[in-house]
C-alpha cells in the first residue's frame, strides 16, 4: 500500500527531484555502458551544471570525478541519489541517505515488490527507512528522471542514444519505465520539447499524482503527458488532476489496460455496465483530461497544447487546396464532435467576389486557383475568421506548402493573418522538409502532415478549454452517516434507508399475508404491482417474482399465492418475508439510476434510461460521488436518449429537478454510507410529467462482502 507525503511537504523538498543542485550516484561504475555509469555519461555529455558524486567503495575515480567509499564519506549532503545497488543493500543505503538529510533518492534496483512477496517487505523496510527522515523515493525499479533543461540525467534509459531531447515545455510521466524511454523517444522524434520526463517505477513512495504535482508546481512545465498502466492511489491523483485544471495546465493521458469488474459485483445491473474502464473514462473527462487513445495521439495533444490557445466554444474552419480532404476532414471533425459550422451568407458571398468558382462554405476550397494568385490564400483565411468567426483554423495545403516555389511566399500569406488573431488557433497540415516545417512552426502554425490527426488534436484544444473555463460546481447534499444492515436488505428495508435520504418510491406496504395484501391493495388504490419480497432474490422479475396491473381483490389473492409458489420453486434456500404491494406508477418516463464502488475512485454514480436504452445500446452516464443537483443535470441531459425526457414527439416534459435531486442524493447516500455499500440499483425509476416528482419502482441495496 501506498502513502501521498507530497501534499503534506513544501513542494521545495520534492523541487530536487527534477532539479537537483548535486547527485550522489551509489553503485557508480566507471563503465559508462552498466546502468550505475550511464546517469553519469549522460550527465557529463549534457553539460550537468551540479555537483556530481560517484559512490563506489572500489575506486577513487570514476569517469573523471573523484569517487566516495561510502555515503558517510560524501563530502556534503546529496540533494538527491541514485541507488543503483543489490535489492538486498537497498535499506541500509537508503537509510544512510536519509539519516544524512538528502532530500529524494531515485532507486533503480529491481527484486522488489513486483518479483515476489519478499520483495514486497523489503520494498517496505526501503520506504520505513526514508520516512523516518522525511526522504522521498521514486521506484523502486525505476528508470529514473531526465530534465534536458539543466542536463540533469538521473536514468540509463538508452532511447537518449536515439538523440538526446531538447528542451521544451512538455512534461512525460510513465508508470513503465520502457515505455517511458520510448516516449521520450517518441517525443524527440517528433520535435517535442521537454521539460521532464519521469518513470515512476513500484511507486513505493512517490506516486503518479505526487509526480503530476511536482509539473503542476514546475513553473517551466505548460502541458503533462501520462502513461498509466494501474491507479494505486486514487485520491492523490484527483487532487493533482484538479490542481492542473486550476492552473490551466492541459494532462492528457494514455490509460491501458482496458478490463472488466470482477465477477462478484456482476449481480448489479449498474455493475455489469459500469466497468472499470468506463469509470476511468467518466473520471478523467469530469478532471478536464483529455484520455488518448495511443501514443501518436497524445503526443500530438500535447505538441498543440503548448500553443497554449484553449478555446472553449470551439469551432474549426478550414481552407483547403483540395475539396477531398475538406471531406477527410469533415468526416473527421464529424467523428469526434467539432463544430464545422457553414460560413454566413454575406461571408460566403465575399468569397464568391474574389474567386467565383471557390467552394465557400466550409471547408473553404481555393481549388488550385492560388498557384495564379497566392494572395487568395491570405483574404480567405483572415475571412475565415473575421467573418467566420472560427475559434480554430485548420489549412490544407499538402506538398504544396513545401514546393520552393510557393513555400515562401505561403509563408507571406498566411504569417500575417495569425499575427491579426494571436487568440486563434491555426494549424497546418503539409509536407515540406524539417527545415520549413521549423519555419511554419515560427510563424505560430502547428503543422502536421495527416489532416485527421490534426482535426483530432483541435478538438483537444476545446475540451482543455471548456474544462478551464467550467463554472464552479454545486454543493453536494451532506447526509449523516448512514448505517447500513450486516446483510444485504430486502425492497422494502432498502426504501426506508432512501427515504430517510429524500429518495422517494412509490406508495408501497410490505405485506406477510395475503388478506394484509388485500388490505394495503385496497389502501393504496388499485391497480397495484405485487413484488416478492426476499432479502436473498435481489432480482425478482428473473424469477417471475413481480406482477404487473393486479386489478382487484381476487387477482391480489391469487397473486400472492403464486408470487410465494414461484420463489419456492427458484429460490428454494431463499428466506421469504412475503409481498411488497406497490402502487402501479403511469405516464412517467422509465429511468435507472445506480451507485458502484469502484475499487479505484470509490462510489460511481450512473444514469441513464430503462429497458432497451440501457441493455443493449449502454446509454449510461457515470460520475464520481458525491455531486450537486447541477452535475446531476448534466448528466441526465447528456444521455443520447435525453429528448425522450425533454419533450420529444409532443409528449410532456419530464420532472428534470426531481429527478437530478433524487441522483444528487443518491451520490450523497453512497459516500455517506460508507465502504460496506456495494452497490444501489434504483430500476425502474419513474421520471413523472413537470412538477410531478421522480419515483423509485424497485431499489437493490448490496452489501459488501467482508475482505
Known sequence: MTHSLARTQSPSRLSALLSPRSVAVIGASADALRIGGRPIAYMLERGYAGRILPVNPKRAEVQGLPAYASVAALPEVPDLAIVAVAAELTPAVVAE?????????????AGFAEASPEGAALQAQVVAAARRHGMRLLGPNSLGVVNPRNGFFGSFVSSVELGMPRAGRVGIVSQSGAYGGHLLAAATAAGIGLSSVVMTGNEADLTLGDVVQVMVDDPDTDVIALYSEGIREAEGLVAALEAARRARKPVVMMKVGRSAVGSAAAQSHTASIAGNDRVIDAV????????????EQMLDIARLATRRIYPASNTLGVITVSGGAGVIISDAAEDVGLPVPEMPAAAQAHLRSLLPFASPRNPVDTTAQFMNDISLVGRFTDTLVTEGGYRSVLGFFTYTGGAPTIAARLREQLRPVRERHPDRLFVLSLQASPEQIRGYEDDGFSVFEDPTRATVAIEAMGRFGRAFEAAQKQPAPVLPAVALPSHTPTEAQAKRLLAEAGIESAPERACAGSEA??????????????????????????????LLGVADEAAVRAGYATLIERAGHAAPDARIEGVLVAKQLSGGVECILGTQRDPVFGPVAMFGLGGIFVEVMKDVVLHRCPFGDDVAEQMIRSIKGAPLLLGARGKPPSDIPALARMLSRLSAFAVAAGPSLQSIDLNPVFAMPAGEGAFAADAVIEIRRGD
Open 284 to 295: 478523467l473527462a469530469e478532471l478536464g483530461v483529455v484520455r488518448a487513445k495511443s501514443t
Open 97 to 109: 541517505l536519509a539519516e544524512r538529510g538528502t532530500a529524494a533518492a531515485i532507486l533503480f534496483t
Open 517 to 546: 395484501a388485500v388490505v394495503a391493495a385496497r389502501e393504496i388504490g388499485f391497480p397495484v404491482v405485487l413484488k416478492i419480497l426476499s432479502p436473498d432474490i435481489l432480482h425478482k422479475s428473473e424469477i417471475g417474482g413481480v
